[in-house]
């Protein structure tokens, strides 16, 4: 079993910065590939950033420039950094990983951007 625990999320003013955090626990071995997803309410689930246990980073073209993902492979733990936040970042953000075949997914944390 492999556990993922999101924090950092919480409310917010337009053009401020969060920080969120995800931290594996559990039956861990190498992860692949972690990374962050977001949904807000009425859409999709959406990829946000992923980053390659060699520190490859991609990201949605919506956050490039505001947004970096960065990993510690040691600690299991993935964060995001999150600047200049616009009221369309609101939503739910998952951290997934990806490890010997599998996904797994965090319980989300709310990110609230107000105007």
């Known amino acids: 079993q492999v556990q993922l625990v999101e924090s950092g999320g919480g409310l917010v003013q337009t053009g401020e910065s969060l920080r969120l955090s995800c931290a594996a626990s559990g039956s861990i071995f190498s992860i692949d590939v972690m990374g962050w997803y977001r949904q807000a309410p009425g859409k999709q689930r959406e990829l946000v950033a992923v980053?390659?246990?060699?520190?490859?980073?991609g990201y949605a073209d919506s956050v490039k420039g505001r947004f970096t993902i960065s990993r510690d492979n040691a600690k299991n733990t993935v964060y995001l950094q999150m600047n200049s936040l616009k009221p369309e970042d609101t939503a739910v953000y998952y951290c997934?990983?990806?490890?010997?075949?599998?996904?797994?997914w965090g319980q989300g944390t709310q990110v609230t951007v107000s105007s």
């Open positions: 980053i390659t246990s060699g520190g490859n980073s």
């Open positions: 997934n990983v990806y490890m010997g075949g599998l996904r797994y």
